[in-house]
């Protein structure tokens, strides 16, 4: 698998450099240079395979001969050790859970995914690599599972103090071992600039042997296309997939599928009102800001790194993403609204992410045929969203429970380059 940098596609990597250097050097970020769609007649006899059957056949034919067969599938088969399961909600309406991982949202199937390829790479090496990881919300605990324990790795959280959940804020702060918690005093766009700024810092480049795990690395996204073929191709028609979106990631993945030939009717990026890819779509211009607060925290993102990879997929035309992508937004009473609804009529209950994709696929307009409306995490990690009546009807899973029973462990840092810097370089 040859990658070039959303920058500059003269800047090549492979997809072993591409997953160590997590951005390129230029400060893009790396999309395949040119994929092999399966075809129609290859597709055909995918109907009934397993998860980890999709898995493997898409990351063979995804990463050629860089991750020989045997050791490709070990990795894939310690990374999907969960069921993503495809429910039918009414006639026309599926809802993909993916949210059955460790720590209950879908960054579990890309966090686990990259923490094993990036053990696998690194087999046999003594120099030990930091994983940095900027989180809104679910990635840092997600990543930081996947990495628990995984030898010559040391992973760094960064998340907004006082920005997170309760109960996301537990599962960052208490997996302890080689996991730090970094709790900065400012915005997911600042933790963001933050990593942005240490992976392509000489100094500290010096020091430390550095890597990336937010969406930005493409061994994180990869594994988000297994659930789309998996899925998609058990409808049987060309679904329309309402993602819910934040930075983007789910929907490269997503879109990518769909160029290694998944038949997709159409993708809906489902935003709250952080939507400036939405608007994008509306009005062709791209206007990043700071990112607002809502219940759908995982997707409070100003400016979506991945939208870089977007308009390197589709040759920066605007009228050729929106062909294949209608943008959605919403706001949190609209959200509210919707779980409640949704319960009410079908006795279903949504968390925030997926009651937006819900409300996307419902009123995006003149779509008809199959929707399969994404659910990015479990309902019992936003209790504070549901009213008496339907958090009775939520089960706390006992890992969660466990988890919020532990006491935290952070490290405070400012916004500033310079702290983090510090901390990188003398914090071992
Ligand atoms: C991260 C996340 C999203 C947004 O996904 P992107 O790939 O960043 O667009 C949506 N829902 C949940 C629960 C998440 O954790």
């Known amino acids: 698998m040859i990658l070039c940098s959303t920058n500059d596609p003269r800047n090549r990597a492979t997809f072993r450099e591409a997953v160590d250097r997590g951005i390129a050097e230029d400060g893009g970020l790396y999309v395949p240079v040119s994929l092999t769609p399966f075809t129609p007649g290859e597709l055909a006899g995918w109907k009934g395979m397993s998860l980890q059957e999709t898995a493997f056949a898409v990351s063979r034919r995804f990463l050629g001969d860089e991750i020989s067969p045997a050791p490709l599938r070990r990795i894939v088969e310690e990374s999907m050790t969960f069921p993503i399961p495809l429910r039918r909600l009414e006639e026309d309406t599926s809802v993909l ?27 046999g090496d003594d120099r030990e690599v930091d994983v940095l990881v900027a989180t809104s919300g679910d990635t840092g605990s997600a990543v930081a599972q996947g990495f628990y324990g995984v030898k010559g790795v040391r992973v760094v959280l960064l998340y907004p103090s006082g920005k997170v959940s309760k109960i996301q804020e ?3 702060t208490t997996i302890g071992g080689n996991v730090t918690a970094l709790e900065v005093q400012g915005t997911f766009d600042d ?26 690395n493409i061994a994180r996204l990869m594994p988000q296309m297994f659930y789309y073929f998996h899925a998609g191709l058990q409808v049987g028609v060309s679904p329309v997939f309402s993602v819910p979106s934040g930075n983007l990631g789910n ?15 159409k993708f809906i990026a489902a935003c709250n009102v952080n939507d400036v890819l939405p608007e994008y779509l509306r009005h062709g211009t791209f206007r990043p800001r700071p990112s607002v607060q809502t219940i759908a925290n995982a997707m409070d993102v100003g400016n ?78 936003f209790a504070e969203v549901y009213d008496d009546g339907m958090a009775a009807g939520i089960t706390i899973p006992p890992r969660l429970q466990a988890c919020l029973e532990r006491q935290k462990q952070s490290v405070r840092i400012s916004s500033q380059f310079d702290d983090f810097k510090s901390f990188l370089i003398h914090h071992t």
């Open 170 to 172: 537990q599962q960052m």
């Open 304 to 381: 979506p790194s991945n939208f870089a990879r977007l308009m390197a997929i589709y040759g920066r035309s605007r009228e050729k993403m929106a062909a294949e992508i209608g943008g959605f937004s919403c706001t949190d009473g609209q959200t509210r609204e919707t779980i409640r609804a949704v319960y009410r009529k079908l006795g279903y209950v949504l968390d925030p992410h997926g009651a937006i994709a819900y409300r996307a696929w419902k009123h995006e307009q003149g779509m008809r045929g199959q929707g399969i409306v994404i659910a990015t995490a479990h309902p019992a990690k």
């Open 251 to 265: 929907l490269t993945a997503g879109v990518l599928a769909h160029a290694m030939g998944l038949p997709v009717r």
């Open 191 to 216: 933790c963001q600039r933050l990593v942005k700024q240490a992976l392509t810092d000489g100094e500290v480049k010096k020091h430390r042997r550095l890597s990336s795990a937010n969406s930005i």
């Open 97 to 123: 859970e993916l949210f059955h991982g460790p720590t209950l949202a879908f960054k579990d199937v890309g966090a686990r995914f990259m923490a094993r390829t990036v053990a696998y790479f690194h087999r």
